[in-house]
């Protein structure tokens, strides 16, 4: 049963600190999404990738976020220096057809 | 901007009877819609979706129907199960069938009441 993995699954850390998000796709996947859950704005787009390459960051905070796939198996998602707004539920998924997306199970950010 | 809406934040609904969640959007470029579950702690899960070719997709006891004239889609679970009871996304598409990017709305809380 092939499933998107996140880590880690929660993360307390102090504002100005570096996170790293790490996300494992699909075997085979080509397409990988960051998404961000808040209460207020639901889930948003952060940033994807196709075959490794950035399509769209627009979603992003370019100042302090940055997202990356240093290879097929592995993409990252990084924030500094962290702030407590960063607070929220940080998706990854996956996918290789239109509309198709598979989603990670999530990390939990809190950032005091 | 919110562009897509989903202007109920919680519903319950009688285990047995019809559960409706609603979704609404601004962006007439839409043209591919989709709904997805999500429970405590995993990721959404692709439910049910339709092109704005159609006004309504079945899938067991889950429809989906659209008005695009009135730029508004609905959920309909028939007949709702406790199973059911999770938070619903309704999200949208623009670009010629093809384009993965989606927009998500806030998410409605469905609680199935025994």
């Known amino acids: 049963d092939a499933r998107v993995t996140q880590t880690p699954r929660h993360k307390v850390t102090e504002m100005g600190q570096e996170v790293t998000m790490r996300c494992q796709p699909i075997?085979?996947?080509?397409?990988v999404f960051w998404y961000r859950q808040t209460m207020m704005q639901g889930l948003e787009l952060l940033a994807y990738?196709?075959?490794?390459?950035?399509?769209?960051d627009s979603g992003m905070p370019k100042d302090r976020f940055s997202a990356e796939m240093p290879d097929a198996t592995l993409a990252t998602l990084k924030i500094q220096p962290s702030e407590p707004r960063d607070s929220a539920v940080y998706f990854c998924a996956s996918g290789f057809r239109p509309y198709e997306q598979y989603f990670g199970p999530g990390t939990r950010l809190t950032v005091t | 901007d919110q562009q897509v809406k989903q202007n109920s934040p919680s519903l319950s609904v009688q285990e047995g009877r019809i559960s409706i969640l609603n979704c609404d959007y601004t962006?007439?470029?839409?043209?591919?819609f989709l709904w997805y579950k999500k429970y405590p702690a995993e990721g959404p899960t692709f439910l049910i979706s339709?092109?704005?070719?159609?006004d309504k997709n079945e899938d067991g006891r889950f429809t989906v129907f659209l008005n695009k004239s009135a730029k508004h889609l609905s959920l309909h679970i028939v007949p709702s199960q406790p199973g059911d009871s999770a938070v619903y996304f309704c999200?949208?598409?623009?670009?010629?069938?093809?384009?993965?990017?989606?927009?998500f709305g806030t998410g409605t809380r469905l609680t199935i009441i025994p």
């Open positions: 339709i092109s704005s070719i159609k």
């Open positions: 999200a949208a598409s623009a670009g010629n069938f093809g384009n993965e990017k989606l927009t």
């Open positions: 962006n007439s470029m839409f043209d591919y």
């Open positions: 075997l085979g996947h080509n397409t």
């Open positions: 990738f196709r075959n490794r390459a950035p399509l769209d």
